[in-house]
């Protein structure tokens, strides 16, 4: 009988991971068909909310005293998950290839142990720290190259550097997420973040759009935003906490190193994108300093 639910946990958590994987390839097709990243993330992101709400705003109603109370934490939040995160990765794509951001973005769980030490939310040991060191030097391998001469001429790819800006907002995002205990369901958790979130992205859709970038209401445009609506934004978010009810958090956090896994696939079918030397280098900087990541001192 235990075996059931644990098939059926490990089915919800591929699903997720393929649908954030697939989200960076359809985020890459966004930038083939000129769809604005901004105005891609602010829709995205308002329409998940219109979808969320009238299962969430009774509770928020309900607790709206204490999000005013927290309503700095919950500006931070929605900024650097919702504004900025999910913003940069569509804009990134514009100018990298979807195997060096997903790479990139594989850091993430190191990065937060990083930003767990300085904010004093767990302590780090040395095995962290070299995976820190290591996983970082995998990131400029792949941003460089391997080739050292744009690090000493500063002559980067702006895809490749924003991806950097995406991943440390994440990781500062999911620090702070796990800070603290939440008097909210998680589902209505998710709803004030992205309303703090598309508070900050208004003013951005509008400049974006002041600017000349506009979307065009045509097929490729609705099929990209039904894919990034229903699926990475709503069914992965539910999907991931079925699973992790069913398993625990640390089996789960496993599957997460399958996204970049899935999203190179994908790329290379879909865009016929090579694995470069550089990404081998760097990946295997950045598999190493995950692995000695999670390894734990032993007392002696």
Not at 42 to 56: Q, S, V
Not at 118 to 127: A, S
């Amino acid at each position: 009988m235990r075996k059931q639910p644990n098939l059926l946990a490990y089915i919800f958590l591929l699903l997720t991971v393929t649908f954030w994987a697939g989200n960076f390839i359809v985020g890459k097709y966004a930038s083939l068909y000129e769809v604005p990243p901004f105005s891609l993330n602010f829709y995205r992101w308002f329409f998940a909310w219109l979808i969320l709400a009238p299962f969430t705003l009774p509770e928020i109603i309900k607790k709206k005293e204490y999000i005013l109370k927290n309503y700095k934490l919950f500006i931070i939040l929605g900024v650097t998950s919702i504004t900025i995160f999910n913003s940069i990765v569509y804009y990134s794509l514009n100018f990298t290839q979807v195997i060096s951001g997903v790479l990139m973005i594989s850091t993430i769980p190191v990065m937060i142990m990083f930003f767990s030490s300085i904010l004093k939310i767990e302590k780090t040991n040395v095995f962290q720290i070299i995976g820190v060191i290591l996983s970082f030097l995998g990131v400029i391998i792949i941003i460089t190259k391997a080739n050292f001469e744009i690090l000493k001429n500063l002559d980067f790819n702006k895809g490749d550097i924003t991806m950097v800006v995406a991943m440390f907002s994440w990781a500062l995002y999911s620090t702070l997420l796990k800070r603290q205990k939440y008097e909210l369901s998680q589902i209505s958790l998710l709803q004030v973040v992205i309303s703090f979130g598309l508070i900050f992205l208004i003013p951005v859709y509008f400049i974006e759009y002041q600017v000349g970038f506009r979307i065009d209401l045509d097929k490729p445009f609705i099929l990209i935003l039904l894919y990034v609506v229903l699926l990475p934004g709503l069914a992965s978010f539910i999907l991931w906490i079925k699973g992790i009810s069913m398993i625990g958090a640390n089996r789960s956090g496993v599957f997460l190193h399958l996204m970049p896994i899935f999203s190179a696939i994908m790329a290379m079918i879909f865009f016929n994108e090579k694995f470069m030397f550089y990404h081998i280098l760097g990946a295997c900087f950045i598999v190493t300093g995950i692995l000695l990541s999670n390894r734990k001192v032993q007392n002696a």
